[in-house]
């Protein structure tokens, strides 16, 4: 039983009798908590304390961590003690920076109101860094991009803003926290958001994970399109109009990938009497809706830029450039 584990780490790494039980109130606690953690007060050099012991191998974040902490100690009164079954290096700093007590048998004692922190040979564990950003999390940092955050919210008012579930809210918030882009803080039960990077500032650091916005890409043959269903202007028919790029003579456009979509096959647009060889288009479908930040019919530069930054063309290099530095930060 790990509970057994954690009291015999502590009797023998502090030379005592610790005293542990599972906490009698615990089914008080919140379904979130009861189901991630056992809890057991801990005797412990004269004080009572809980302990918040991980039921599985799964690491949370330092963040999750303080909130379900805080969670804890509104059932609580006193001293609420972390402890994981494993823990990456990165994970251990920002606990001890953020001063949460945490325990890992074997491994590490952390008590910052006892002055105990104890390290025995810490076995790395390899911290898999994000490589990119999940689409709600892109969503939320081009939302900033474009339209500035003079707010801080919390995660039901960010929920209710961009249309996602608290879980996924709950996710993106870990992930603008643990790459910095904003600064993710407690009150109460809720968690809040607040960008302190300037907008360029973000722009650099986040673009390295943001993804192209494309997931598919056609040639459409239909006369009048785009106006006839809404598509906005994208790819370099877009480039042509924030730079000095010679427009092409097939135009892009962009949608979304939305349930109301209905692309039609060659056989329906050979067959179809709006079928015109000569008013050829292409057409790009988005991870989002491209409208949410179009500006005068085209998508805005940010978006536009991680769509064609792969782009080996110096014309078009340039011409992505030329846009960047007009984009009023």
Not at 33 to 61: C, I
Not at 290 to 295: G, L, Q
């Amino acid at each position: 039983m790990f509970a057994q584990t954690v009291k015999d780490y502590l009797d023998k790494t502090l030379a005592l009798q610790s005293q542990m039980t599972p906490w009698a109130n615990a089914k008080a606690l919140p379904f979130l908590l009861r189901d991630h953690y056992d809890f057991f007060t801990l005797f412990l050099l004269g004080t009572q304390r809980l302990l918040m012991v991980a039921k599985t191998k799964t690491e949370e974040t330092p963040a999750t961590v303080r909130k379900h902490t805080e969670m804890a100690k509104e059932h609580w009164k006193g001293e609420v003690i972390y402890v994981p079954q494993v823990i990456t290096p990165f994970n251990r700093a920002r606990l001890i920076e953020q001063r949460v007590s945490f325990i890992v048998p074997g491994r590490q004692l952390y008590l910052p109101d006892l002055g105990v922190a104890l390290s025995e040979h810490f076995k790395k564990f390899a911290m898999a860094p994000i490589k990119t950003y999940s689409p709600a999390t892109q969503l939320v940092i081009l939302d900033v991009l474009n339209n500035g955050s003079k707010e801080v919210l919390n995660g039901t008012q960010l929920g209710e803003k961009f249309g996602y579930s608290l879980m996924t809210i709950s996710r993106v918030l870990n992930e603008l926290e643990e790459t910095g882009l904003a600064a993710v803080k407690i009150q109460g039960r809720e968690r809040k958001v607040e960008f302190h990077l300037s907008k360029r500032e973000l722009w650099e650091k986040a673009k390295p994970q943001l993804r192209d916005p494309i997931k598919m890409s056609r040639t459409e043959y239909e006369r009048n399109a785009a106006a006839k269903r809404g598509y906005i202007e994208s790819g370099l028919t877009a480039l042509a109009h924030y730079s000095h790029l010679v427009e092409p003579n097939e135009k892009t456009y962009a949608t979304d990938m939305n349930p109301a979509l209905r692309l039609k096959t060659g056989a329906e647009l050979l067959n179809g009497p709006d079928w015109d060889h000569e008013h050829r288009i292409q057409l790009e479908v988005w991870s989002y809706d491209p409208k949410r930040f179009a500006k005068d019919g085209r998508v805005d530069p940010f978006s536009l830029y991680l769509c064609l930054r792969g782009d080996q063309d110096e014309r078009v290099e340039a011409a992505l450039e030329e846009m960047m530095e007009k984009v009023e930060w």
